[in-house]
């Protein structure tokens, strides 16, 4: 849902409160309340305009301690009047499942939304329903910066540099950017029980190994050498999965 948030002072207001505001967006992104593609506007009164993952995103009964923090010092000096103006098309319908069986972690260039996706609907996966991505962490900052640095990889990739550097970092399971996704991964399997599957992108080159399975290509775990599995989560939503190593590829 993208949503205007005008700003409106309690009263005059003589200090430069940008600052504040922008930590509070920060705040609200790293918590999955509202996506990445937020804006400030200063005009009259400062306008925000955010996309929420879902119509009540901006609930203060999801905020986490961060978020508390600010929204406690905006409130004090403004009102927050919240306008739904209609649908990010850049955004999908996140998960309303009551339980989940598994989740994949995958992203992409150009892709908004949180990065954990619901293997039973297909569908993302707010991160402020999920634990923090490791100990000691308070919000889900790690994931966040994950996010970006595929993405940036990805970008370059794509925009046809296709140098060895940014291929192999989303393709080779060591890469230092699969390592730590894979590590997040992990470490959210490992808090809510289930398994969390990370997703490799796929060359087809010769590092990427596949077997005919009837007429079906399926992939090799580039891990422990097995087989992988073949799954289909919802209509739309076909995948390669180790289960004993966790790891995904897209299905071809």
Not at 107 to 123: E, M, P, Q, R, Y
Not at 199 to 205: M, V
Request: aromatic share 12%; with cysteine; net charge negative.
């Amino acid at each position: 849902m993208f949503c205007k948030i005008e700003l409106i002072p309690k009263e005059s207001i003589n200090e430069d409160t940008k600052e504040l505001i922008w930590e509070f967006l920060c705040s609200l992104e790293r918590n999955g309340q509202i996506l990445k593609d937020y804006k400030l506007i200063q005009c009259e009164n400062y306008i925000l305009y955010v996309t929420l993952p879902k119509k009540d995103s901006f609930d203060e009964k999801y905020d986490g301690i961060y978020v508390k923090q600010h929204r406690q010092k905006i409130n004090e000096l403004y009102e927050c009047i919240l306008t739904p103006l209609g649908k990010n098309m850049e955004s999908s319908l996140y998960c309303e499942c009551r339980q989940r069986t598994a989740m994949e972690m995958q992203t992409f260039t150009l892709d908004i939304d949180s990065v954990f996706i619901c293997c039973d609907c297909g569908k993302p996966i707010v991160y402020y329903e999920l634990p923090f991505p490791a100990e000691r962490e308070e919000d889900h900052y790690l994931t966040c910066c994950w996010q970006e640095n595929y993405a940036s990889m990805d970008k370059i990739w794509m925009n046809c540099l296709c140098d060895r550097y940014t291929g192999n970092q989303r393709v080779k399971l060591d890469s230092a950017l699969n390592k730590q996704g894979i590590e997040i991964a992990e470490y959210m399997s490992s808090r809510l029980g289930y398994p969390v599957y990370y997703h490799l992108a796929c060359d087809y080159g010769k590092s990427i190994k596949a077997e005919q399975v009837g007429d079906q290509q399926i992939h090799v775990c580039p891990k422990c050498g097995k087989l992988m599995k073949r799954v289909r989560f919802s209509e739309n939503y076909e995948i390669d999965i180790c289960e004993d190593c966790m790891l995904s590829y897209r299905a071809h």
